[in-house]
C-alpha cells in the first residue's frame, strides 16, 4: 500500500510525497518512522521530540546518513541507512 501526501509550506509550494510501507521481511525503514508517527494523535504531534541517552539526558534527536563502508563524502556518495543520532 502506497500513500501519498501533500505539503504545502507557508510560501504556498506544494510537495507530494509517496510513502511506503516495508514488507515484513524488510528492515524499518524511515518510511515506516514517519507513518507511525502519523498515528499519534495532532496535539501530541505538538510536543517535543526527545531521545533518552543511557546516562538519564534526554535531548533533540538529528537525523543523519550513513555511508557504505568504504565509501568515501562524494556527491555520489553511497547511503547504507539513516541514523537517528542524539547528537549535532
Keep these: 500500500m502506497k500513500y501519498e501526501f501533500?505539503?504545502?509550506d507557508e510560501a504556498g509550494n506544494v510537495f507530494l510525497y509517496d510513502i511506503s510501507r516495508s514488507s515484513s521481511d524488510e528492515e524499518k525503514s524511515l518510511n515506516d518512522f514517519i507513518l507511525e508517527a502519523l498515528?499519534?494523535?495532532e496535539d501530541?504531534?505538538?510536543l517535543p521530540v526527545v531521545a533518552d541517552c543511557p546516562n538519564g539526558m534526554e535531548v533533540f534527536p538529528n537525523i543523519k546518513m550513513r555511508l557504505?563502508?568504504?565509501t568515501e563524502f562524494t556527491p555520489?556518495?553511497?547511503v547504507e541507512k539513516?541514523?537517528?543520532t542524539?547528537?549535532?
Aim: glycine share 4%; no cysteine.
Design 6 to 8: 501533500k505539503i504545502t
Design 39 to 41: 498515528q499519534i494523535s
Design 44 to 46: 501530541k504531534r505538538k
Design 68 to 70: 557504505k563502508k568504504g
Design 76 to 78: 555520489q556518495q553511497e
Design 82 to 84: 539513516m541514523v537517528i
Design 86 to 88: 542524539w547528537h549535532d
